[in-house]
């Protein structure tokens, strides 16, 4: 999963937007810009696309650091008592920026419109960029397991825009017949991102209805069995990365597995003190590789998300604690 850096000049002053050169802030150049854009030049995306300055997968210590953007497109936008956290695009887009500056932050995880526009804005140069699949699982519908790939609909679609891997939430209900179609999507599509020798992060959870929601049930057990479910999805498992939670007694859960994993950060509901220990722990593991944290980093309660994301990235790429 090399890929060679891309050095292309051209158009690339015209495709992406810098924030320092306008004076402005990026949230204001969403705002001002990023619409005049899409209205104008959409043909500018796929050229930014083709423009931008790839990385190695994994730098020397094999650990990564990924933000991840994803939860809007299913319609969740709550952050702990907030339940329109993530409601303002130009908002989000400015704490994204903000996180994929920090030295230490290797990528991020997201939906095509939030990527589009990170893009535009030049964010995502020399950055790993995954690309989430299926969002078809609206959160509190009552099709929510039926997740079907209405995003990144294929890995043909992530490869022609040079993206680096791609994103399946797979939750595994067996009183809830909508399991098995996502299962054998996401089985697709971990075999067909492998043959282009792309990254398939596949994101398992065994879930259940309870009280007219899915839960998604966190005991170690629960867990495993969902591992060995994600890790046999596809013809080769060569290029699966696993998303996993952090769960008590995580060292037997992960002896489930030799794929590489990356802890998710959830819905931050704890002190952030606990939730750094927490990771530290965990990132002592031999296959914990790293983590794919969303509203921890990026809604921090201090509203610090530079402070927030060094922190994580001390954690990964400084030594597990």
Known sequence: MNHPTNHTAGTAGRTSLNPTQHGLSTSELSNINLTEIRVRHPERIAEAWQQRRRREVVG???????????????????????????????????????????????????????????????????????????????????????????????????AARRLDGGKMLTRICLEDAGTVATLESSAKAVTELAERKLMAMVEPFWSVHKEGRVTNLLDPDSVIKSVHIASGLGATSAYTWLKLPVVDDLARVMEATTLPTLLLGGDPTVAPEETYASWGKALSLPSVRGLVVGRAL????????????????????????
């Open 60 to 158: 020397e210590d094999g650990r990564l650091l990924i933000v991840a953007a994803d939860h809007p497109a299913r319609g969740a936008l709550g952050v702990r008592d907030d339940r329109m956290a993530m409601a303002s695009r130009p908002a989000l887009i400015d704490r994204l920026s903000t996180a994929l500056k920090r030295p230490g932050v290797d990528g991020v995880l997201a939906t095509p419109d939030v990527l589009e526009d990170l893009l535009l804005l030049g964010a995502l140069e020399g950055k790993l960029v995954i690309g989430s699949m299926n969002r078809g699982g609206l959160q509190g519908a009552s099709f929510e397991l039926d997740d079907r790939f209405t995003a990144y609909g294929t890995a043909d679609d992530i």
């Open 298 to 321: 990026l809604f921090p309660p201090d509203g610090d998300v530079a402070s927030a994301v060094d922190q994580a990235a001390a954690l990964v790429h400084g030594g597990a604690a």
